[in-house]
């Protein structure tokens, strides 16, 4: 079992910036992705950005340049530091682990982050 536990959601003005954490505990095997994903009123939950453990990176066409993942291993947390805020980036933000290249994966209970215009 892995836990996952999130924090750094909030209300934010547009243009101003938040970050959020995610700590992972339990069971993790060291070869693994982390990765924010969000869900917008009304539509489908969508990946935002994507870190391995090995460093490779993926992001969201509509969040790259303003989004930043990152993460300490040591302390298996992951991090997305989002900047220039919009209105549309108003979504429940879920962290997500998943062992590579097959295994386990999780969720968090998820963070809203609302972006007032």
């Known amino acids: 079992q892995v836990q996952l536990v999130e924090s750094g959601g909030g209300l934010v003005q547009a243009g101003g910036s938040l970050r959020l954490s995610c700590a992972a505990s339990g069971k993790i095997f060291s070869n693994n992705a982390m990765a924010w994903y969000r869900q917008r009123p009304g539509k489908q939950r969508e990946l935002v950005a994507r870190i391995t453990s090995g460093g490779s990176l993926n992001y969201a066409d509509s969040v790259r340049g303003r989004f930043t993942i990152s993460r300490d291993n040591a302390k298996n947390t992951v991090y997305l530091q989002m900047n220039s805020l919009k209105p549309e980036d108003t979504a429940v933000y879920y962290c997500?682990?998943?062992?590579?290249?097959?295994?386990?994966?999780?969720w968090g209970q998820g963070t809203q982050v609302t972006v007032s215009s």
């Open positions: 997500n682990i998943r062992q590579l290249p097959v295994g386990y994966n999780y």
